[in-house]
């Protein structure tokens, strides 16, 4: 059993340099503000007037370039929340500074950096993490412990679905996401993706489909409503996939769909269906909590799980107490944290992000290879979070 974490208020926050500003920021200053382990002392990015009405609006002590964030010696770590076109060049910047990285997702664009990031932390015994950590949060971690008590039996295959007409109706600057780096696969495929790989384990090989149904969009909100903007991604993927348990899954990701009733996970097994309704289309493993379904042989009906029992570590009580069942992004930097002073892997795990990227790239690719490409990258399937976790913070 994994040693339980002993890292608490008495001991020094991990000191963090926030680079990126833009709309993801919010969140993760509004919990780093709120969890003692973990504290960032500055933040910036190319356009410093927004970064230093975060930091006001934040309590973040000073503002700074991105490359004198990444100079200061007082720094532990570089919090990457920069577009993902830059993902990996930030990230390779950070560690030649002697900091530990955690950056949004995807981990790369490719997977040449990707491998590059991992190879340059492991010769500078620095630790790579990275979003999506959503499976961290109390929703999956009661599914995780559902499958490993064996409620549903062995497991033999998952399906997966999000369906949205784009970000352009509520996020003031959506360009990237249509630009090469973008697309709902690299977008959104990370949460359902990396839940799938805490759940089931690594993935073996995939195939897939995909289309751009739309050639422009325009931006229906914010100062730029009405703008028109050209879209060089394919905006509609269908997926199969292999899992090196033998399990099989499917997983359909689209900017193209403007409603659907389909669940948004699902897990099957010999012996009952443990099911991830949401009635927001772009929430399902996109999220920390919500409700876990199941239905077994012996059920006439479907249960709903976490429930109230009499057993007071269960994860429906800890997200109540602690705030986890509100957006927890962050988590996943926080476990970083401990992981360094632990001397352990983090679950968000660099490993984990190269492997997720490999599958998208697997998928994206396998059209023009004719069948199945083989995912040659593999990682440990991250373990649980310790029941205490929430404890103290």
Not at 115 to 126: C, D, E, R, T
Not at 282 to 302: I, Q
Request: charged share 25%; net charge negative; aromatic share 8%.
């Amino acid at each position: 059993m994994e040693k339980t974490y002993s890292i608490r208020k008495h001991q020094e926050p991990f000191r963090v340099g926030l680079i990126g500003t833009g709309k993801i920021s919010d969140i993760y200053l509004q919990n780093c503000a709120k969890w003692s382990g973990l504290s960032v002392y500055v933040c910036g990015s190319l356009n410093l007037s927004e970064s230093e009405e975060k930091a006001a609006k934040y309590g973040v002590p000073s503002v700074a370039h991105p490359d004198d964030i990444i100079s200061d010696p007082n720094l532990d770590c570089i919090l990457n929340l920069t577009i993902p076109a830059v993902h990996a060049e930030v990230s390779m910047r950070a560690l030649r500074g002697g900091k530990h990285v955690y950056s949004e997702k995807p981990f790369a664009t490719n997977r040449e950096d990707g491998a590059a990031i991992l190879n340059l932390a492991q010769k500078s015994g620095l630790l790579v993490g990275n979003a999506p950590d959503t499976f961290l949060g109390a929703r999956w971690q009661t599914v995780r412990r559902l499958l490993d008590e064996g409620l549903i039996g062995d497991v033999t295959g998952c399906m997966a679905f999000v369906g949205t007409h784009g970000v352009e109706r509520h996020h003031p600057n959506p360009d990237f996401y249509y630009q090469a780096g973008g697309g709902p696969l690299l977008d959104l495929g990370p949460y359902y993706l990396t839940a799938m790989v805490f759940l089931m384990g690594p993935i073996r090989r995939v195939s897939g489909m995909a289309r751009k149904t739309f050639d422009r969009r325009q931006i229906e909100n914010g100062p730029r409503n009405g703008e028109w903007m050209t879209v060089d991604v394919d905006t509609h993927s269908m997926s199969m996939l292999e899992f090196e348990s033998g399990a099989i899954g499917s997983m359909t990701i689209s900017f193209d769909i403007w409603d659907s009733e389909t669940p948004r996970f699902e897990i099957y097994g010999t012996e009952g269906t443990i099911c991830i309704p949401d009635p927001d289309p772009v929430h399902g493993a996109n999220d920390f909590h919500g409700p876990v379904w199941y239905r077994t042989r012996k059920e006439s009906r479907w249960e709903l799980q976490p429930r109230p029992t009499d057993r007071p570590t269960e994860w429906c009580i800890a997200e109540n107490r602690h705030g986890f069942n509100e957006n927890s992004r962050g988590l996943g930097l926080l476990d970083l944290s401990f992981a360094v002073k632990e001397g352990r892997c983090p679950r968000a795990s660099g490993d984990l992000a190269q492997h997720v990227l490999d599958v998208m790239l697997g998928i994206l690719e396998s059209p023009d290879r004719g069948g199945y490409v083989d995912i040659q990258s593999r990682c440990d399937r991250p373990n649980p979070l310790p029941e205490n976790f929430a404890e103290d913070l």
